[in-house]
């Protein structure tokens, strides 16, 4: 059975096949407004996904939570290596 939706259409978890893997990358738009707005579709979904709902749930806040402490470690990183347990002999 071919295909009839265009491969740029197509849903990567539902319809891409392997073989069409590489053109169904190559149709992305690689330039600096394009990447903004892969990056802007994606946080779109996550925020109504998780966070804008009517009813508030445990994973969106703790999506949010885990964020934060990532981003907090990765500021505090430099002072906490020098804090890390050694090995004495």
Known sequence: MVSVIPV???K???????GELPSWILMWDFTPKGIAGMFQRGYYKIFLTYVNVKKGNVPGISMVLAA????NYFLSYKELKH???HKYH
């Open 68 to 71: 934060y402490e990532f981003f």
């Open 12 to 18: 990567l978890i539902d319809d891409v096949k392997i």
């Open 8 to 10: 740029k259409e197509k």
């Open 83 to 85: 804090e890390q347990l």
